[in-house]
């Protein structure tokens, strides 16, 4: 059964920095292309980020291009968001999560786990 467990969130101030991770097990966490998404009070989720199975292609939301890097240890069956240059607007719950597919939607998953609260905030 799939889980993914995330973790690394905080309170940060802005212009900060934060490095998430997110621990996948009970599935064959290398061969799915996974990702980070997010949702903020009062919004929808929405996809943040997303990477290929080898970690060899990685593509972001225009929010978060050149602030935000995600990278995977597939060894390690982890996935982590570094976050840097943080706004107010980063603000959110984020969590991963992916497929074979590799889906930036989140309404193609029926499974999260309970992601990791990031604040940023003087």
């Known amino acids: 059964q799939k889980q993914l467990v995330e973790s690394g969130g905080g309170l940060v101030q802005p212009g900060g920095s934060l490095r998430l991770s997110c621990q996948g097990s009970?599935?064959?966490?290398?061969?799915?292309?996974i990702g980070w998404f997010r949702q903020a009070p009062g919004k929808e989720r929405e996809f943040v980020a997303g990477i290929s199975w080898s970690g060899s292609r990685a593509y972001y939301a225009d929010s978060v291009k050149g602030r935000f890097t995600i990278s995977r240890d597939n060894a390690k069956n982890t996935l982590y968001l570094q976050m840097n240059s943080l706004k107010p607007e980063d603000t959110a719950v984020y969590y991963c999560?992916?497929?074979?597919?590799?889906?930036?939607?989140?309404?193609?998953?029926?499974?999260w786990g309970q992601g990791t609260q990031v604040t940023v905030s003087s």
């Open positions: 009970g599935f064959t966490f290398d061969y799915y292309a």
């Open positions: 999560n992916g497929d074979q597919r590799g889906s930036s939607s989140p309404k193609d998953y029926d499974y």
